[in-house]
């Protein structure tokens, strides 16, 4: 069975640093594309960021230069490290397997604020 | 980019209408759209992907349609448990944009 388990979200003031992970097993993970995407508050579903089985990266015009997606074949891990945090990256973050996508992590918190 | 569309935003149907929600692309994406279906206080769920091919598992009664830039999402015969928010999703080339949703309810 497909799991993934997200952590490292929680209470960050504007302009601060947060690094997720999330935790991949029942499948070969090095042979599958991963994204992060997020969901704000009462908001629609955000695609923020992509890396391929190959290492190949792509991000949302909205994080770009700011997050840092990596994975880690031999942990089975993807990450997630967001840096210069605001207000409007108030969101659950959900790691997510493939495009389309076909498996998602129950999501972690990620609340910006003073 | 490429901007994703979705109409209407919300829509009010009783069980067993047929519902119809339109996806437009702002530019041809071939067929590399993605249906989600998202119910309230849960994780989205794949429902068709490649415009019209339907997800293993997932109701007959869901279909798609639509190539290059207009895509439509049919519920034949709406149920009590299709009230949701569906998007959709262009993953052609990055980024891979969302719809901004269409929530259904049951009148």
């Known amino acids: 069975e497909v799991q993934l388990v997200e952590s490292g979200g929680g209470l960050v003031q504007p302009g601060g640093s947060l690094r997720l992970s999330c935790a991949a097993s029942?499948?070969?993970?090095?042979?599958?594309?991963m994204n992060w995407v997020r969901q704000a508050p009462g908001k629609g579903l955000e695609w923020v960021s992509y890396i391929s089985s190959g290492g190949k990266i792509y991000y949302a015009d909205s994080v770009k230069g700011r997050f840092t997606i990596s994975r880690d074949n031999a942990k089975n891990s993807l990450y997630l490290q967001m840096n210069s945090l605001r207000a409007e990256d108030t969101a659950v973050y959900y790691c997510?397997?493939?495009?389309?996508?076909?498996?998602w992590g129950q999501g972690t918190l990620v609340t910006v604020s003073s | 980019d490429i901007q994703m569309t979705q109409s209407p935003s919300s829509l009010s149907a009783s069980v067993g209408d047929r519902v119809t929600i339109a996806c437009r692309a702002s530019q041809g994406i071939t067929n590399y759209l993605a249906w989600y279906q998202q119910k309230p206080g849960k994780l989205p769920e794949l429902l068709i992907y490649?415009?019209?091919t339907l997800q293993s598992g997932v109701p007959s009664r869901f279909s798609g349609s639509g190539s290059g830039t207009d895509f439509t999402l049919t519920i034949s015969s709406l149920q009590p448990e299709d009230v949701a928010t569906y998007y959709c999703?262009?993953?052609?080339?990055?980024?891979?944009?969302f719809g901004p949703g269409t929530k259904v309810h049951i009148k």
């Open positions: 490649a415009a019209s």
């Open positions: 029942g499948f070969t993970f090095s042979s599958y594309e």
């Open positions: 999703q262009k993953y052609n080339t990055a980024p891979f944009t």
């Open positions: 997510a397997r493939e495009l389309p996508i076909d498996s």
